[in-house]
């Protein structure tokens, strides 16, 4: 099946962000959801936030903890008083996804790909915008050429996945014939120890499937040697401790990982010299803060306060360091119709492995 139509997702870059438009000024400080009978805010006992594990999630925990605080007194602006913000990041990507469906979760930061896999039970409010990369070319050979990448004052609505091949024996192999200008073949790729995320990751699964399919005809199902791992550091280690020889990431996570290569996977040189891309993926559309459909708490006005209280949050100092865990940078509105190509990608997966 041919998928050349993903070449036509027609991703736009957002230059400028909407959010002071959205979240500053009296209109952002208007409290949204008072109690128009007593004048007084909604009381909410908890408001329960999930995380997918898309890095360590000690470190997403950790990180996050402040958002807490940070998000009562925003909402209280916007006219709810929350009692409590229970912060947790899900066991895999499906669990926070399942967790939206039921209820149990009120806010999900869920990928685009997971996101619509559950959006009988999840409704997204926000998509984040990200700093633009140096590379991002579809070329596997120019990421080689211009390491290491580094973020650009431009800020997308989009980022991509890349197939990275290590230090071992085979990933040298499939990075000399890249950066030589040969072509890999499916012999190539189907000879290597892949380490791959779950299938609702969008840059660690589906994403990489639709490369393989629109290349090779082919799918991460069809690889002789694959296995999951439960987060991309794991990844990242089994390639630094050469037990995959190719792994899929998000394009950035070499600079997220670029410390701990060397500090705690226990290798001499640097990510970036031990590392080469042999694949790039079409743009995916960034990551969601989405909303449970079936939680008590939720109504318009509550929706209506979140995507206010994010988009302030996002602005500040102390908002941007808790976002940066994601390699967020700020928030605008989103629509369901902004993920129909991810619907697309979704179809095609599905029509594989039947």
């Given at each position: 099946m041919s998928t050349k139509w993903l070449k036509g997702l027609g991703i736009t870059f957002a230059t400028t962000l909407v959010l002071a438009a959205c979240g500053n000024g009296d209109e952002g400080s208007e409290s949204t959801g008072t109690d128009e009978a007593t004048g007084e805010n909604v009381q909410v006992?908890?408001?329960?936030?999930?995380?997918?594990?898309?890095?360590?999630?000690?470190?997403?925990t950790t990180a996050t903890e402040p958002l807490k605080d940070m998000l009562i007194e925003e909402m209280a602006n916007q006219g709810f008083d929350i009692g409590n913000v229970d912060i947790t990041v899900g066991t895999d990507y499906a669990a926070v996804g399942e967790a939206m469906a039921s209820g149990s979760a009120d806010v999900g930061f869920l990928p685009g790909g997971t996101y619509v896999l559950y959006d009988d039970g999840a409704e997204v409010i926000l998509t984040a915008t990200?700093?633009?990369?140096?590379?991002?070319?579809?070329?596997?050979?120019?990421?080689?050429?211009?390491?290491?990448?580094?973020?650009?004052?431009?800020?997308?609505?989009?980022?991509?996945?890349?197939?990275?091949?290590?230090?071992?024996?085979?990933?040298?192999?499939?990075?000399?014939?890249?950066?030589?200008?040969?072509?890999?073949?499916?012999?190539?790729?189907?000879?290597?120890?892949?380490?791959?995320?779950?299938?609702?990751?969008?840059?660690?699964?589906?994403?990489?499937?639709?490369?393989?399919?629109?290349?090779?005809?082919?799918?991460?199902?069809?690889?002789?040697?694959?296995?999951?791992?439960?987060?991309?550091?794991?990844?990242?280690?089994?390639?630094?401790?050469?037990?995959?020889?190719?792994?899929?990431?998000?394009?950035?996570?070499?600079?997220?990982?670029?410390?701990?290569?060397?500090?705690?996977f226990g290798r001499e040189?640097?990510?970036?010299?031990?590392?080469?891309?042999?694949?790039?993926?079409?743009?995916?559309?960034?990551?969601?803060?989405?909303?449970?459909?079936?939680?008590?708490?939720?109504?318009?006005?509550?929706?209506?306060?979140?995507?206010?209280?994010?988009?302030?949050?996002a602005e500040t100092e102390e908002g941007q360091e808790v976002i940066a865990i994601y390699s967020h940078e700020g928030y605008e509105p989103a629509t369901s119709e902004d993920y129909d190509t991810e619907r697309e990608a979704q179809e095609l997966l599905k029509t594989l492995s039947e």
């Open positions: 006992d908890e408001l329960s936030v999930q995380f997918v594990p898309s890095r360590d999630p000690e470190e997403i990200r700093a633009g990369l140096s590379n991002d070319s579809d070329d596997a050979a120019d990421w080689n050429e211009n390491k290491p990448t580094e973020p650009t004052e431009e800020q997308v609505t989009y980022y991509r996945s890349i197939l990275v091949a290590g230090p071992t024996e085979k990933g040298q192999e499939l990075a000399d014939k890249v950066n030589n200008g040969e072509e890999l073949t499916w012999e190539d790729l189907n000879s290597a120890n892949w380490s791959v995320m779950g299938t609702t990751s969008s840059a660690g699964y589906i994403y990489p499937t639709i490369w393989l399919q629109e290349n090779f005809d082919k799918s991460l199902t069809d690889l002789a040697q694959v296995s999951q791992a439960d987060s991309y550091g794991t990844s990242v280690a089994r390639l630094a401790q050469e037990q995959a020889d190719v792994i899929v990431m998000y394009a950035d996570a070499r600079r997220d990982y670029e410390e701990q290569w060397t500090s705690e040189a640097s990510i970036w010299d031990e590392t080469n891309v042999i694949g790039v993926t079409p743009g995916i559309y960034n990551d969601t803060i989405s909303v449970s459909k079936n939680s008590d708490n939720m109504s318009e006005d509550m929706k209506t306060a979140l995507q206010e209280a994010f988009m302030n949050i």
